[in-house]
Every structure is written in structure tokens, then in C-alpha cells.
């Protein structure tokens, strides 16, 4: 049934795990005509796997779920931004393995495994204030001008 309760003619697919694997059983709800062969509704079924993968992912390394803006427009820029941000982190992962598989090794750039020298995006930005604060503060002492920003009592 959908939501104003009338039923939709559907076909409920199932996948079970092979006879030596081990995992549950998934489901996969399909409308598509009953003149579509089987292939193809699996085919479908099985293609929501990388839309899941990449939304994962970019929740998880390109900050996807961070948008706090309230513009639709801005929303739009967020996405494009973290889409193309993604795009390149699959062609430089691509790209590392073949140059690695051309030297007899392989590795990944881009993994959701944890790595001690990535930083969370709250404490990416404060470390970035603080640099942009302090070349600010140089370059006002460099040219005389902290005066005007700072009072005389410190």
C-alpha cells in the first residue's frame, strides 16, 4: 500500500546469502511491469548499492550531512562541491592503484578505515581560525597597524 492506502502492484525480491557465505537475507521491492525480466529487476535492485555507498561515504569523509545554510541555492553548492570532491577521490584512488598495481602493490587513498592524521571538520575549522588569527596578527605588526584594532591596555 502507499501512503493514501490504495495497494501498488509490486514484485518483493529476495536475496539470500550462498550456500558457503554467511549474512541476511535482503529485500528489494520493485514495480516494475510484469513484463520485465528478472535480470533486469535484480539489475536495478542491486544498482541502489552505490547510491548507498556514496551517500555513506560522503556523510562520513566529505562532511554531505554538514549543510546549515537555508538557502536552496547554497544547498545546490554544497552538493556540486562535495560530488566533485568525491568524483576526484575515486579517480586518485583509481589512479593510485594502478600506478601502485604497475609496482607490484596496492593501496588505497581514500578508505573509510580510521587514520590518525585526519581531523574532524569542528576541529579542522578552529585550527584554521587560529592560523588565519595569527598571520592576521603578524601582518598588523608588520606594517604598525595593530594599534587601531587593539587598545593600549594590554
Known amino acids: 500500500m502507499d501512503g493514501a492506502g490504495s495497494r501498488q502492484v509490486g514484485w518483493l525480491l529476495g536475496q ?3 550456500r558457503s557465505q554467511h549474512g541476511d537475507c535482503k529485500y528489494f521491492w520493485s514495480d516494475f511491469p510484469a513484463t520485465t525480466a528478472l535480470a533486469t529487476m535484480v ?3 542491486h544498482r541502489r548499492h552505490w547510491v548507498e555507498q556514496y551517500h555513506e561515504e560522503a556523510k562520513t569523509e566529505l562532511s554531505w550531512d ?5 538557502r536552496w541555492d547554497g544547498f ?3 552538493a556540486v562541491t562535495v560530488m566533485l570532491s568525491y568524483s576526484f577521490l575515486m579517480w586518485l584512488e583509481r589512479w593510485q592503484r594502478e600506478r601502485c598495481r604497475m609496482r607490484g602493490r596496492l593501496r ?3 578508505s573509510l578505515t580510521p587514520d590518525r592524521r585526519r581531523v574532524p571538520l569542528p576541529e579542522l575549522h578552529r585550527r584554521i581560525g587560529e592560523w588565519l588569527r595569527r598571520t592576521a596578527i603578524r601582518e598588523l605588526i608588520a ?3 595593530i594599534g587601531l584594532y ?3 591596555k594590554l
Not at 66 to 70: D, E, I, L, S
Open 143 to 145: 606594517l604598525e597597524l
Open 76 to 78: 545546490h553548492r554544497h
Open 108 to 110: 588505497t587513498a581514500f
Open 43 to 45: 539489475e536495478y535492485a
Open 16 to 18: 539470500r546469502p550462498g
Open 150 to 152: 587593539c587598545s593600549r
Open 66 to 70: 554538514q549543510y546549515q545554510g537555508r
